[in-house]
């Protein structure tokens, strides 16, 4: 199993899909979507077989391919996944299974549909594999069309303004970070290899290294940071999510975000510890202003979508306050909270789309009652919100509480921008951050007694279709998820774990 290119596998599945539906004749629609269904489900059990081979103990990268490329630009095509990468494999695997299957009722043109949509799991694939970065710049990139084309031809109101103000927001903050990937690139050996560039960087003279670093760490991870959403730069994202179809509503939201602190993790952190050190309090005053803004924002709007949208923004921002820890705590909790948190806004933006399908209402005041209609769709909610909440027995619980700690830990840290000082005020930055969770509770509960709990008013609501299986099938697969990994936490915490090791050997080696 070994000698398996699982990885390559992994991500040329969705691809192959997506050119075998363009060559199916248009009308043999069951076809074209049996296609969809059968990938996506195939890149869910191998991104599964790549989760649990992975050697815990062992840690590091695992399961790499290497192959000669563009030697005289030092590019190559190498891939592999450590502890922190091969969650969020399974994490996309999964969300795509279940976008796929809550898109076969709803599907319009669903040849183009699906093609576009496999296409876009292909490039989010690739970007978790990637160790050459110009591999990974390319994956990057290759999502963006995508994007853009499904939110702009299925898109609902709005949908070509949100697409293009969608891409872009991404397409400048790619710039920006690529930017300052080349200047890393040409001043530590012309090689785009990861372990290339980090071995350059440690080998560089000390103070230009900590010049290089101080320098460019900003661009890189602000410049992925677009894409995780962080404040101020998130204006795009609930505009997208309000206007994309429901399959990439979940996707955005589940996935391609992760996508964003991923390589703000990878690229910016682990290359880059000592300019991470260095400005680290500022990119925790940006991670905390988003996560209360937002949060606050979701509990006044009245459009579902637009309240999951700016929830998730707020989310994100707890995933990037706990990378900004910097230390094992806060960095275990991050990478727990990104696969938890995927799933649960996965889920979520499904169960909007599964109402907005049948009612096309997506006003909280408009809707009532909808328990007696879709039963499963309010207790897929439900689970979804006590996520949400950090509730314990479920993820959010465990990977929350990290992130809180792993900021109060690091607030006895010195700070390399305010020599003499500590990075005292992290500890306030999580004691204030816990408001969050008071207001996600706020939010949730008014959702959920008025959309789902309340007493019908409307009695057209009672008359809407009910789920269907393979809804059904989506909804049990999200929750299961959730129930799970928050009962068993270890089961994605100890791989989480392996990864973050290596990252924390190399803060430590930064000084």
Request: some cysteine; glycine content about 10%.
């Amino acid at each position: 199993m070994t000698n398996v290119p699982l990885l390559t596998l992994i991500m040329l599945v969705p691809l192959i899909g997506a050119i075998i539906i363009l060559l199916v004749p248009r009308d043999r629609e069951d076809v074209i979507k049996t296609i969809a269904v059968m990938a996506s489900f195939v890149s869910l059990l191998l991104s599964l077989a790549v989760f649990f081979g992975y050697d815990r103990t062992l840690g590091g990268f695992q399961f790499q391919e290497k192959a000669t490329w563009i030697p005289e630009f030092g590019i190559g095509y190498h891939v592999g996944v450590d502890g922190f990468s091969a969650p969020q494999l399974v994490l996309t695997g999964i969300v795509m299974f279940c976008a796929v299957l809550v898109s076969w009722r709803s599907a319009d043109r669903p040849r183009e549909y699906f093609a576009f949509l496999l296409l876009l799991v292909s490039g989010v694939f690739g970007s978790f594999i990637a160790l050459d970065l110009f591999l990974l710049l390319i994956f990057y990139e290759l999502v963006l069309f995508p994007v853009y084309v499904l939110i702009a031809g299925w898109g609902s109101k709005r949908r070509e303004y949100a697409a293009m103000k969608l891409t872009i927001y991404l397409f400048v903050g790619s710039l920006v970070a690529i930017i300052g990937l080349l200047a890393v690139y040409f001043q530590t050996g012309n090689s785009f290899d990861w372990f290339d560039i980090q071995a350059g960087v440690r080998n560089l003279p000390p103070e230009q290294s900590v010049q290089l670093q101080r320098t460019w760490f900003l661009p890189i991870f602000v410049g992925f940071g677009v894409l995780a959403s962080l404040w101020p730069l998130h204006n795009w994202s609930p505009d997208g999510y309000a206007a994309a179809p429901t399959a990439v509503s979940m996707l955005h939201g589940g996935v391609l975000k992760a996508t964003g602190a991923y390589c703000g993790l990878r690229i910016g952190i682990q290359l880059l510890p000592e300019g991470a050190k260095y400005w680290m309090p500022v990119v925790v005053f940006l991670c905390m202003a988003g996560l209360i803004y937002a949060a606050l924002i979701a509990f006044r709007q009245t459009d579902l979508k637009y309240i999951i949208g700016f929830s998730s923004v707020s989310h994100l921002g707890l995933v990037l306050l706990g990378l900004a820890a910097l230390n094992e705590l806060g960095l275990n909790g991050a990478g727990l909270e990104l696969f938890a948190g995927g799933v649960m806004t996965g889920l979520m933006f499904a169960l909007v789309g599964m109402i907005y399908e049948r009612a096309h209402l997506r006003d909280v005041r408009e809707l009532n009652g909808l328990v007696r209609v879709m039963p499963l769709a309010a207790v897929g909610f439900v689970i979804g919100a006590l996520t949400l909440m950090g509730m314990p027995g479920l993820p959010g619980f465990p990977a929350e509480l990290q992130i809180f700690m792993g900021l109060w830990n690091a607030s006895t840290t010195p700070s390399l921008m305010f020599p003499g000082a500590t990075n005292g005020w992290y500890a306030i930055v999580a004691a204030a951050s816990i408001i969050v969770i008071v207001v996600n509770a706020a939010w949730t509960l008014r959702v959920a007694s008025r959309v789902y709990f309340s007493e019908p008013q409307d009695m057209e609501l009672q008359k809407l279709p009910r789920l269907d299986a393979l809804e059904k099938t989506a909804i049990v697969l999200m929750c299961a998820v959730l129930i799970v990994v928050g009962v068993l936490p270890n089961t994605v915490m100890s791989v989480v774990n392996a990864g973050v090791q290596a990252i924390i050997r190399g803060l430590i080696a930064a000084g």
